[in-house]
């Protein structure tokens, strides 16, 4: 593409513009009738004794399907938005898409490396600095000492954590700490990114540089973006394709800007 | 069941250089937050020793009437590996409330967890056995051939408790009544499994014969007949049976629990 060349110089507003046309015909994403049922019992004693299902009345109370029947697949270098009201079951479909859970029916298929903005603090060690840290997630992740090495300055740089990088992470402040998760999940250079209403991270100046740095990724064509997000604003800001979830199932897919008016008047 | 018995070896193999990367971590983890830091891991088993050596060998004068070795190496040779078993047995069935961020944040394989808890432990005993083989030469022993199960002994160690702690943990995610059992149970096997007497005086065939399927008195029979008795832990063929019947029914109940829980633990951290 020859427009591509002069595209990558101009601002970085123009990301989504950008992406919208650049997407591939390779199957990045693709949920083939994935149901996710969850059994809710009365309490511990009563899931203990569903091990064995043995599900009485009164302390088995029915099952709940977070996803249900949902199908769609995503192309590589698609930006999707996620719509969808409480409990529609969106961060279940994102949590089954990065692997950490697994689909009661139906089948999941992902390609590329996830890297996922869920629960920015999840997962960091309190007793360690931040510095091990990043060193602790980037093995996690299967990164090998020399990539950390690389992204570890990138990351302090942005997290603006200055001499508390070298602190146990049980002094920072919980702004702090959500500043390191994002800048650990934006420097991996991730295939797949997955952003879970993450961006009320920090004041109003970090923000503008999460969204900035959102844009610079959404700027290389073959990364995959999906945006979870309750506000028809941002997903219009970032996105291209919307799908409204509703009790778990796939009410609307289209362009996000006929997505956001759908969601608009009948959940808004 | 073969084939996940299949997966679990497969993962464990793909993610052993992460499960190794961890296992150090969850040590420098431990060793935070004292000046002393790596030597607890080593002063409170050596404040054990003293304390079993004190009551048994000069408060109830147990090691008097042997001839051989001195009773110290005896006492040293059981109480080492059961450090590590009894790290096991109260923590290892637990790893998965320890670890959950590897559960429900991360991908990472359930089986995996277990083997970082199991490798960490199994770097402190590695240590402890080289202490225990300072001891041995020490009390004027030589170097000899029956040292050589020591490693044997270890790596049979490690296999069995990682199949138990990935038995037991995934359970234990469910119902907390595991971990607490475990916890109950801690301090009898350490009585009632020969970690401070002689299986071999018990006058009980019964009793002997139950014994020879705890895994525990295995262990701590095997590594003494190492250090101390001069015998190959495969001579017994009763104790050798009663563990290989053990390890086949832990590596089968592995599977089945493996099989049924291992998605659905994440639902329930």
Redesign the interface.
Known sequence: MSSNEEAKAPALSDAKDLHKTSSTGETAIKFDHVTKTYNLYKNDRGRFLGIFNYKRKGVFLGSVNANDDLSFEIKKGEAVAFLGHNGAGKSTALKMITGVAHPTSGKIEVNGRVSALLELQAGFDMQLTGRENIGLRGQILGLSKQEIAEIEPEIIEFAELGLYIDQPMRSYSSGMKARLGFAFAVAIDPEILVVDEALSVGDKAFQRKCIDRIREIMMDENVTVLFVTHSSSTAQQFCSRGIVLDEGKKVFDGSIEDATVFYEENYA | MLKTLGTILKDNWEWR??IA??SL?EL??KS??AVLSWAWFFIKPALYIFCFWFALEIGLRAGESTDGPPYILWLCAGLIPWFFMSDMINQGCDVLHRYS????????PISGISGIFTGATMIVQVFLQLALLVIYFACGQQLDIYLLQVPILLLLMFVFWDMFSIMLSQLSA????VANLMKAFGTPIFWLSGVIFNVNNIPIPWLHTLLQFNPVTFFVVAFRSAFYDKAWFWEDQGALLGFAVVFVLTLVVMLLVYK?FN?EV???L
């Open positions: 250089g992460r990367n961890l971590f420098r983890k935070r937050g961020y590897l559960v429900n944040k991360v991908k990472f469910i119902s907390k009544d049924k998605e994440a639902d329930v």
